[in-house]
């Protein structure tokens, strides 16, 4: 069974950090792509960062600098360590896998399977 499953949410005050991690079941994550989408209340949900299958990485304009997306192919994981977060960076992150070849790295319809999501809370 195919299954993305995210950790590491939780709060923290503005300024600090957090490692999410995105773990895959039932199939590879290496040498495919995978995204970090958010969403906050209200708001539609966005691209945070993807890694393509050979490892070309696009992150949003937003967390340029402050969040890096790396893999650990011996665990089938994919991190997210998010430093100098920001109250707007407060979300629910998702993790998702395997873009549609030649699709938008920020659609979040490009993605095929998904995680149910891990709440980041950042107090100012």
């Known amino acids: 069974q195919v299954q993305l499953v995210e950790s590491g949410g939780g709060s923290v005050q503005a300024g600090g950090s957090l490692r999410l991690s995105c773990s895959a079941s039932g199939f590879s994550l290496t040498y495919k792509s995978v995204g970090w989408f958010r969403r906050a209340p209200g708001k539609e949900r966005e691209a945070v960062v993807v890694?393509?299958?050979?490892?070309?990485?696009h992150y949003a304009d937003s967390v340029k600098g402050r969040f890096t997306i790396s893999r650990d192919n011996p665990k089938n994981t994919v991190n997210l360590e998010m430093n100098n977060l920001k109250p707007e960076d407060s979300a629910i992150y998702y993790c998702?896998?395997?873009?549609?070849?030649?699709?938008?790295?920020?659609?979040?319809?490009?993605?095929?399977?998904w995680g149910q999501g891990t709440q980041v809370t950042v107090s100012s």
């Open positions: 998702a896998a395997i873009r549609r070849p030649g699709s938008s790295w920020s659609d979040p319809a490009d993605f095929r399977y």
């Open positions: 890694i393509d299958d050979y490892g070309s990485i």
